[in-house]
């Protein structure tokens, strides 16, 4: 299972310090949405560029203009680029062929998608080989949490690789690492931790008994 940093109210400076102390824990640099609108795509160039053997993901959660987007992302040196599963097929489908041209990855957000079953066979359909279960910061700010989209993904995806984020932390990864995600995301969990030097080791340890 691999973990995604996921840095999202740093500045582009602290983001950079943070991956240096943890560098050697985490699998995937996640530029998350809020750092890009402070950064711009300079933030996923510079990282790539500091930390060429990473993978960087940029958070752009794409919502229309799917191929221009996700194309921009990936010229600035992203692996992985973010759309929305509540849009549009045409959106999806810009995003896959921006991804086959420049043999990088989409994920789909399943944020707020209401019929998740029928929406995960639809996008399988397209092509998607990525899905990402997420509780976005203001459902967590009422308690929810993604455990249980978690299990009905778990379920319900034929060949897609599963990504889940939504205030996973030192305490909480071992309930989601245990349903065997491909990938594990932690934000605050991390970025906010008082340690997170010992934190990511922490959380790296309780992953590697569900592997
Ligand atoms: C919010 C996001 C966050 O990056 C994601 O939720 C992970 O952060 P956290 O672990 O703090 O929830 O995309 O929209
Ligand atoms: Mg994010």
């Known amino acids: 299972m691999k973990i995604q940093l996921a840095i999202d109210d740093l500045t582009l400076e602290e983001a950079i310090t943070l991956v240096t102390v943890i ?6 640099i996640e530029i998350g949405t809020p750092l890009v609108y402070q950064e711009g795509m300079r ?3 510079t990282m790539k560029k500091r930390f060429p053997k990473k993978e ?8 229309d203009a799917g191929y221009y987007e996700a194309k921009m992302a990936f010229q600035a040196g ?21 991804g086959k041209e420049m043999g990088k990855q989409i994920v789909v957000d399943m944020i707020c998608v209401k019929e998740l079953e029928k929406r995960i066979e ?19 700010a009422e308690g929810r949490r993604p455990i249980d989209d978690l299990k009905l993904m778990k379920r319900c995806c034929r060949l897609a690789e599963i990504s889940v984020a939504g205030g996973l932390s030192l305490d909480t990864v071992s309930e989601y690492a245990q349903l065997q995600p491909q990938i594990l995301i932690v934000g605050g969990g991390l970025t906010h931790a008082k340690d997170p030097g010992e934190t990511a080791k922490g959380i790296r340890k309780k992953i590697k008994e569900w592997e």
């Open 78 to 98: 992203a692996d992985y680029v973010t759309v929305l599963g509540v849009t549009d097929d045409l959106t999806i489908e810009g995003c896959l062929r921006a």
């Open 43 to 45: 933030a996923v160039t």
């Open 122 to 140: 639809r996008l399988e359909t397209l092509g998607v080989s990525m899905l990402a279960v997420h509780v976005g910061t203001d459902q967590q």
């Open 23 to 28: 560098e050697k824990e985490i699998d995937v």
């Open 56 to 63: 960087v993901l940029a958070d752009l959660k794409i919502m």
